[in-house]
């Protein structure tokens, strides 16, 4: 059973930056996939990145100013969202899983907010 813990929620002008963490005790098995999750919004997909970390996929929201990446030294996955808008005001989650469209675990998710 893993716990997925996000963390680097915050508060950011429009424009602006901010890197979100998940880690988990073996989060190198998984494919971690993001998703987001915004007031009165069904959750939306936003990145994954395979276990490896050489393979990526990205929303069409995403894609051009969000990066994801891991560090399977420390199982830890990040996603670096640059040129936030309002728009991506959400709550973000990762997910982790061993397949592709398998989501297992979840962590309790991280607010990003974006002010104009």
């Known amino acids: 059973q893993e716990q997925l813990a996000e963390s680097g929620g915050g508060l950011v002008q429009a424009g602006g930056s901010l890197r979100l963490s998940c880690s988990a005790s073996d989060l190198n098995r998984y494919i971690v996939s993001w998703f987001r999750q915004a007031p009165g919004k069904e959750r939306e997909f936003v990145a994954r990145?395979?276990?490896?970390?050489?393979?990526?996929d990205y929303a069409d929201s995403a894609k051009g100013r969000f990066i994801a990446s891991r560090d399977n030294t420390i199982n830890i996955a990040y996603l670096q969202m640059n040129n936030l808008k309002p728009d991506d005001t959400a709550v973000y989650y990762c997910?982790?899983?061993?397949?592709?469209?398998?989501?297992?675990?979840w962590g309790l998710g991280t607010q990003v907010t974006v002010s104009s």
């Open positions: 997910a982790a899983g061993l397949f592709l469209e398998t989501f297992t675990y």
């Open positions: 990145i395979r276990q490896t970390g050489y393979s990526t």
